[in-house]
């Protein structure tokens, strides 16, 4: 049974929790060093961008998650909040591990969060997607590969071992973005 270390300093956590174990993984919050003892993945929820930096600093885990995403290459999947820490530029809250350019907010304030249907490479049914605050992809390196787009824009990428959404699939009953992240997981 994989089992998969979300951070759990805010965000929406617990429904990443339960769309992974509906997949029959373990999981567990990731509060400090110790507990990224024998993970198998990485999910970085949705939330507010700087105050997990302010928090991955204070505590000193941003050290440590950079080493499993960055050097271990384990198997990591960022929303909204999450893919704005992943990033290489483009703000001052990334952790430079996902060779992309974002922009925070860039749809405009909570009022003007929305959801919309969206394709999806591989998906034979449109997915429910929900914009909250949500940032925008301004640039892809070589290596990535864009699963979707929204206006022409990517919002779902992907990497050796990055999976990364602008938006945020937890928040729906569609477990299909998660097991994209389960099999990444499973097929190491």
């Known amino acids: ?3 998969i270390g979300i951070l759990g300093m805010h965000g929406s956590r617990e429904e990443h929790a339960e769309k992974m174990q509906q997949l029959g993984c373990e999981t567990i919050f990731l509060r400090n060093e110790k507990d990224f003892e024998g993970i198998d993945g990485i999910i970085l ?6 105050s997990f930096k302010l928090l991955l600093e204070k505590t000193g885990l941003e050290k440590t998650l950079k080493k499993y995403i960055d050097e271990k290459k384990i198997a990591t999947f960022g929303t909204c909040a999450g893919i704005i820490l992943l990033s290489s530029s483009g703000t001052k809250n990334n952790m430079n591990v996902l060779d992309i350019a974002i922009d925070r907010n860039a749809y405009g304030r909570q009022i ?3 959801s919309d249907e ?3 490479e591989g998906f034979s049914k449109k997915f429910h997607a929900i914009f909250i605050r949500a940032p925008q992809i301004k640039s892809i390196g070589e290596n990535i590969k864009v699963l979707a787009r929204y206006d022409n824009k990517p919002i779902l990428v992907q990497s050796e071992n990055i ?13 299909r973005i998660h097991e994209i992240f389960y099999n990444m997981i499973i097929k190491k």
């Not at 999976?163 to 477990?175: R, S």
């Open 1 to 3: 049974m994989p089992k």
């Open 45 to 50: 929820p949705g939330g507010e961008s700087t």
């Open 112 to 114: 003007d969060s929305f």
């Open 118 to 120: 969206i394709e999806i």
């Open 163 to 175: 999976l990364a959404a602008t938006f945020h699939p937890e928040l729906t009953n569609d477990k």
